[in-house]
């Protein structure tokens, strides 16, 4: 993994937010700037170094200077990010950096980043409610996805006129980085229109508060710290005449050994969508009684599960 993507980390969850960052390392200029070219808020420096020294920086903050070296974090929590950004660096790239081998799921990545071939990832089961309410509305709906990533899954409905797309997820401006280290900015709707370096949970500012005719998520509710929380911002955040579409893999937890970010096991129990942690503590997340009810169960069985909600 490139050493500059876990100084960018540890650069974008620094309290208060740098404004200047100073790099000694070997990579050239013109790379580092366009790396960190959409950071509009940093001023990158390079101090040269050899080639092989392993990268640092001095970060400056309203509060003084922070020296950051690009080794691998400790926490748990940290790790599990950094895979999940080496994933999509390889993933993005076509190719793993490390031996030049083809990755896994880079036909895929590739295809996505097509504007003729992204509509297939677009959740075409509800294209057809999406449509109508864009038709009432007369204008781009509102669509919040979470867990966007490096590219959004609604992206053609971006390209298409259909949606504005607020794409949250915590390492969403990491994956600004990625993009940019690959010279992928300049495709169309690349990026979601708004993007919020956060987890969903964190999500509760009053602008948020019923603002989203379309909420979507994919193989990423699993994934959050607080589900409770999570759901109850999913919640705040949807529009009394729109609906969401939770798209995950089915008990991804157990059947990932709750390794990295797969902290929940989702799934169907009668009448409710509900998430269970390792320990075994059960939530009903949406049906009778819950402030979400399901719509519609567009998919279900043992690989993955995908759900129409909405407020009840």
């Known amino acids: 993994m490139d050493p500059h993507l876990i100084l960018a980390y540890k650069l974008a969850r620094l309290s208060p937010r740098p404004f200047e960052a100073a790099f000694s390392s070997g990579i050239a200029k013109s790379d580092l700037a366009e790396m960190f070219s959409v950071w509009h808020w940093l001023t990158v420096k390079l101090e040269p170094a050899a080639p092989s020294t392993a990268p640092t920086c001095v970060a400056r903050t309203e509060r003084g200077e922070i020296a950051l070296d690009s080794a691998f974090p400790t926490s748990e929590l940290d790790l599990a990010m950094i895979k999940e950004i080496s994933h999509h660096d390889f993933e993005i790239g076509g190719k793993n950096l490390s031996d030049g081998a083809p990755t896994r799921y880079s036909p ?40 966007c990533g490096p590219i959004s899954w609604l992206r053609w409905g971006a390209i298409e006129g259909l949606v504005d797309v607020t794409g ?47 909420v979507y998520t994919n193989n990423a509710l699993d994934h959050v710290q607080d589900i409770r929380q999570a759901i109850s911002c999913l919640h705040a955040a949807l529009s009394p005449k729109g609906f969401a579409f939770v798209q995950v893999a089915t008990n991804e937890g157990t059947r990932q050994n709750w390794e990295q970010l797969h902290q929940h096991d989702i799934d169907l129990d009668g009448e409710w969508l509900v998430a269970t942690r390792k320990s075994g503590d059960r939530y009903r997340l949406a049906g009778p009684g819950c402030p979400l009810e399901i719509r519609k169960v567009i998919h279900h069985d043992t690989e993955g599960l995908s759900v129409v909600i909405a407020k009840s």
């Open 168 to 214: 949250v997820d915590p390492l969403v401006e990491i994956y600004q980085v990625i993009l940019a280290r690959h010279g992928l900015l300049t495709l169309p709707f690349i990026t979601p229109k708004k993007s919020i370096a956060t987890g969903i949970e964190e999500l509760t500012g009053c602008e948020h508060r019923n603002a989203y005719e379309f």
């Open 108 to 147: 895929f990545i590739l295809r996505a980043l097509s504007r003729t071939h992204c509509r297939d990832y677009f959740p075409h089961s509800v294209l057809a409610d999406l449509r109508e309410l864009r038709s009432a509305a007369g204008r781009r709906l509102e669509a919040l996805d979470i867990g």
